[in-house]
């Protein structure tokens, strides 16, 4: 399944009767996909879905966490 949206490709597998072979399936999937994609597109893939995972707040978010953090004495490095 491709979640055009963030760019995510996934492997759902639902009441799978034959989860062993699918399992072997899912683990082979990487050097699959090293074989038959371009290397630039697939960094550029890789960096695009990790970037989507890891975007910032808005501020108007982060201010309640800010807080929070403060009060119970959080630092930057405990965080």
């Known amino acids: 399944m491709f979640d055009s949206q963030t760019g ?3 492997f759902p ?11 072997d399936v899912h683990a082979q999937s990487g050097a699959w996909l090293r074989r038959v ?10 960096i695009g879905s990790a970037a989507a995972l ?4 808005p501020p108007e978010a982060l ?7 403060h009060l119970v004495g959080l630092t930057d490095d405990q965080r």
């Open 8 to 10: 995510v490709a996934s």
């Open 54 to 57: 890891d975007r910032l707040p």
């Open 13 to 23: 597998s639902f009441r799978d009767p034959l989860i062993l072979r699918t399992l």
């Open 37 to 46: 994609a371009n290397p630039e597109l697939l960094e550029r893939a890789v």
């Open 63 to 69: 201010g309640p966490d800010l807080l929070q953090w």
